[in-house]
Every structure is written in structure tokens, then in C-alpha cells.
């Protein structure tokens, strides 16, 4: 989850595309197991999601995350022990003996993703001034919390003062934040 690459993809759609992923590994695992088919090709299929995917993403957020530069350290752990268990699932995954077991594995990771999806994205759009449940984290919204770089002109215009003020108060001692304004003219 780079925020370099967050213009060119939102962080809903980043997530929406991950749990939509794992929900399809996971589904043909669940349906080889459940009608006695042959179980090695939907699970080989699913542990190299899991394995090239899932938990490369996991350890990118992380990085994301390293440092400290969020005031939210309570938040920052829940984040970290939700990947945990994520890596926990998928161990158990690749360890299951028996059919009901990869099957029930399966659906154990796709719920704690999908949680963890809707917690994170709850996270960044309470940190990011978005109150309503309605709204969705927007592109802009991860750079805001943990960018060094901000874009002003990415900014919703009737928020974008008391978000780079709020991200001012959040700032500790010797941290650094670049404003960017004018970069889709050319100018900055």
C-alpha cells in the first residue's frame, strides 16, 4: 500500500480488490471440499495468493506504518496484530490435514480480512476528518495521515485547512511534512 501508488488506485478500491481475491480462492477451496472434488489445484491456487499477494501487501502496509509517525498507537497495534493473525491464518491454511479443516482455515481468513479491511478503513477516515459512515477513504486520505508529502491541491477545498492543520497537531519533534500545491499545472 504505497502512497506513491495511491493516485492511480484508491485505498477502497486496493482493499475491495484484495478481500474480492481472497473471497474467490477462498470460495473454490470451500466449494472443492464441500462436493468432494479434487482440492489440490484450488488450494495450490490459494496458498500462492496468500504467499505472492496477501501477505506482500500485509508486510508493505507495515512498512507504511513504521516509524511511529502516527499519534494513534493503540490503532497502529490493532492494525499489526490483525496482520498477525492474518499470517496465522495462512499458516494454518498451509498445515491443515484434512479437507474440512483447509475449508474451515479458509473461512477463518477471509473473515479476519474482511474485518480488518473495514477497521482500517474506519480508522483512516475518522484520522482523516471523514466522519460519516457513509464516506469512504479517498485517495488522498492515507497520504494525509502518513505521508511525508501531502498534495493540497488532492484535497477536498472546503476541508483542506483543518486537515493539514490537524495533520500539523499530529506531528512529533524533528518529523517533517512536504505541502504540494499547484503539481497538476506543473507548478509547485
Given amino acids: 500500500m504505497s502512497t506513491r501508488a495511491l493516485p492511480r488506485t484508491s485505498l477502497r478500491d486496493e482493499h475491495s480488490v484484495l478481500l474480492w481475491q481472497t473471497c474467490a480462492c477462498a470460495d473454490d477451496v470451500a466449494d472443492a471440499a464441500g462436493a468432494g472434488k479434487r482440492l489440490t ?23 507504511e506504518l513504521a516509524g511511529g509517525r502516527l499519534r494513534d498507537n ?8 490483525d496482520h498477525s493473525r492474518l499470517r496465522s491464518d495462512a499458516d494454518n491454511i498451509e498445515r491443515s490435514r484434512s479437507r474440512e479443516l483447509v475449508r474451515l482455515t479458509t473461512v477463518t481468513l477471509v473473515d479476519r480480512l474482511d474485518h480488518h479491511v473495514r477497521r482500517e478503513a474506519t480508522w483512516i ?6 466522519n460519516s459512515a457513509g464516506d469512504c477513504p479517498r485517495d488522498w486520505a492515507l497520504p494525509l495521515v502518513i505521508g511525508d508529502t501531502i498534495d493540497l491541491d488532492a484535497l477536498p477545498p472546503a476541508h483542506r485547512d483543518s486537515l493539514v ?10 518529523d517533517t511534512l512536504h505541502l504540494e500545491a499547484g503539481s497538476r499545472s506543473g507548478g509547485r
Fill in 74 to 81: 493503540h490503532m497502529t497495534r490493532l492494525v499489526l496484530a
Fill in 41 to 63: 489445484p484450488a488450494y495450490d491456487a490459494t496458498l500462492a495468493f496468500l504467499h505472492y499477494r496477501l501477505l506482500p501487501y500485509l508486510a508493505e502496509e507495515e512498512r
Fill in 165 to 174: 492543520l490537524q495533520r500539523l497537531r499530529w506531528m512529533r519533534p524533528g
Fill in 125 to 130: 477516515r475518522e484520522a482523516a476528518g471523514m
